[in-house]
């Protein structure tokens, strides 16, 4: 419904509201800046998503954060009051798991990246190695000679966001992408990663810089790449027309929703707002028009008062 | 003469030689791969462009994209492998061309946050400015973690105040916290300039594959969403210094490398003519099944074998 045209809920009536919430079954909502800022959950969050669950929709988190395992990110949610199980987390550590287990892969995986995706592929039995510090020894002739070994069996390069990301790290990952044979998967390409008032550098940039030195482009995971919510529609687990996608950020939530051909609100409490909406309504590239949400609210706390209100005063 | 059509010269009769060799008076050669292989002479290479201007009276100026050395540093090595140039003012290095560019636009009194390595802080301090960052490592320690760091080191006005510039250079030390540093200052001062040596995206050597200063660059734009201003070919603008001086006639110069990604998209990019010599990755096989490749107007197989036309 409202079919890209970032209709804000808050100017729709009760009667509306309710036939809106009757036209999708499932959740999938982004965490960062739609649920919660770094620690802090942003208000409302928590208890619009419950009365969701409550009225029978199934949920969905969908991060692009690829620093957590879905068993952390599930006790940061409960610790803030979210009525969530395991499966009901879809983040881009376990997918990029997920990812080459169902390849049948069966090498190394170098990783540039946090120990979420380690924890992930040890999971899944998937050998791995490089993350932590590897901080650069010597004179680069002296690293060359000496210090640099490169592994035999190492089948693809895993890039996401890395706080010990450093020069020989680079080496490695641009010497194995050498090799056409090597996968080269980002777990992401979010240029930042949010946090209140300050730029900093997300697994965008890190992924950015390995496909510049290795010359070649990553298959990406994360949203907006239909392929993390691949096997929720092949195992019927949603039907794309009556899912609702939630997120802060268009040019992942919302593309992501467009790309799946799911129902999409947008958020005012992250990175994009109506004014980004505007430019892109105004906007001569098609690809912009991908970036308009269905509908719109400031923050996601802001949806319950309307559900309750349709509730009482919508069923004529 | 002969433009962009890759002719080698030594298909042609000696009188269309001659016939080319005075279709310019200046001459601008890059050394890596063209001149020398680090501290190897390429053979021949010196004798020609010392004798294209005892005997053929043509001015010659050294052009490299090495961020790693100063114009000092590579006019010591061009005399220790036996090239004869007037003066240290006959190399452009992006070393130079970011001091000639910082003097015009950054008042001296800012200072300059550099990812690189120590030739770009002593070519700076050699003019005068003060810089921060080069050649130091700068890793995140091991019980640290990022929002710590970020939280602790960038929120201080002292990350940013007075930092007129932030410079990119070969960096074997990159890392994360260098990676945030610079950003942060990027965005807290849209005013601040961003310069990078040069794009180079990879060096690859048989076994291993070195990143280039390109892809710490990425990087660093990647999180800032700002353009770092490329210091080196095929900017032109490392040209402007000459030009100005009025040194040279673009239509009478002649752009010699062993690039075509490089080289020959600087020449077209400055109106330059062009040859390329066969010395690095490119030969004229290469040139023959890459037809989507920039082509120089001319090519030999080592610069060398200019030398019994001088």
């Known amino acids: 419904m ?11 009536s009760p009667v509306e509201v309710k036939k809106w919430l ?25 208890d619009t998503i419950n009365y969701l669950k409550k009225m029978g929709k199934s949920i969905y988190f969908c991060t692009n954060n690829s620093t957590k395992t ?25 997918a990029t798991a997920a990812y080459l287990k169902n390849r049948n892969f069966n090498k190394r995986v170098y990783v540039i990246g946090s120990e979420g995706i380690g924890k992930e ?4 039995g998937i050998e791995h190695s490089g993350i932590g510090p590897d901080v650069m020894q010597g004179t680069l002739s002296t690293f060359m000679s000496q210090h640099l070994t490169l592994e035999s069996n190492i089948g693809a390069v895993v890039v996401g966001f890395d706080e010990h990301f450093s020069f020989p790290k680079m080496t490695k990952a641009a010497s194995y992408l050498s090799d056409p044979n090597c996968l080269f998967i980002a777990t992401n390409t979010d240029e930042r990663f949010p946090m209140p008032e300050m730029v900093v550098p997300g697994s965008g940039s890190f992924v950015n810089a390995i496909r510049t030195c290795a010359e070649r482009k990553p298959t990406v995971i994360g949203k907006p790449n239909p392929a993390i919510c691949q096997t929720l529609i092949k195992q019927n687990k949603i039907k794309p027309a009556r899912t ?9 939530d919302i593309l992501l929703g467009y790309n799946c051909g799911f129902q999409t609100l947008l958020v005012g409490s992250g990175i994009h707002n109506m004014t980004d909406v505007d430019q892109w309504k105004n906007s001569k590239d098609p690809e912009d028009k991908k970036l308009i949400p269905d509908v719109y609210l400031p923050k996601l706390g802001d949806l319950l008062p309307l559900i309750l209100n349709s509730m009482t005063h919508g069923s004529y | 003469m002969f433009k962009a059509s890759a002719i080698n010269l030594l298909d042609l009769q000696p009188e ?19 001149l020398w292989h680090d501290e190897r002479g390429i053979e021949g290479a010196a004798d020609v462009l010392n004798a294209l201007q005892t005997r053929a009276g043509k001015r010659v100026y050294l052009i490299t994209n090495n961020g790693l050395k100063t114009s000092h540093e590579i006019w010591q090595r061009a005399q220790r492998l036996g090239f004869q140039l007037p003066n240290e003012s006959h190399i452009i290095s992006p070393t130079q061309t970011i001091v000639d560019y910082l003097k015009q ?103 291993v594959h070195i990143p280039g200063t390109g892809a710490f660059v990425a990087a660093i734009e990647t999180c800032s969403e700002r353009k770092a201003l490329e210091m080196g070919k095929p900017n032109p603008l490392v040209l402007k210094p000459l030009l100005n ?32 010599v066969g010395t690095g990755s490119y030969q004229l096989e290469t040139l023959h099944g890459n037809p989507t490749l920039p082509m120089p107007d001319v090519y030999l197989p080592q610069l060398g074998n200019l030398l019994p036309y001088i």
């Open chain 1, 244 to 252: 609702l996608m939630i997120g802060d950020r268009a040019n992942t």
């Open chain 1, 22 to 46: 009757n036209s999708f079954d499932s959740v999938i909502t982004d965490c960062d800046g739609v649920l919660w800022v770094y620690g802090n959950l942003i208000s409302g969050s928590s």
């Open chain 2, 16 to 34: 269309q030689v001659n016939s080319w060799l005075e279709g310019f008076d200046t001459i601008i050669s890059d050394c890596d791969g063209t």
């Open chain 1, 70 to 94: 879905r068993k952390e990110l599930l006790v940061k949610g409960i610790e803030l009051g979210f009525n969530i199980t395991e499966d009901g987390i879809i983040s881009t550590a376990h």
């Open chain 1, 2 to 12: 409202y079919k890209q045209t970032c209709t804000n809920i808050l100017s729709l």
């Open chain 1, 121 to 124: 592929l040890d999971a899944v």
């Open chain 2, 105 to 207: 636009h950054m008042p001296s009194d800012q200072r300059v946050y550099v990812v690189g390595n120590a030739a770009i802080e002593r070519a700076l301090n050699e003019a005068g400015f003060k810089s921060f960052g080069a050649g130091e490592p700068d890793p995140l320690q091991p019980n640290d973690k990022w929002q710590e760091f970020v939280n602790r080191e960038l929120k201080q006005p002292a990350a940013t105040a007075n930092v007129g510039a932030v410079i990119v250079g070969w960096d074997e030390h990159f890392s994360y916290c260098k990676m945030a540093r610079a950003c942060h200052i990027l965005c807290s001062n849209k005013g601040s300039i961003f310069l990078v040596t040069n794009n180079d995206a990879v060096h690859k050597y048989p076994s």
């Open chain 2, 245 to 276: 001086a009025a040194a040279l006639q673009p239509e009478r110069t002649l752009m010699i490398g062993d690039c075509c990604k490089i080289d020959v998209t600087f020449a077209r990019n400055c109106n330059l003519q062009s040859l390329l």
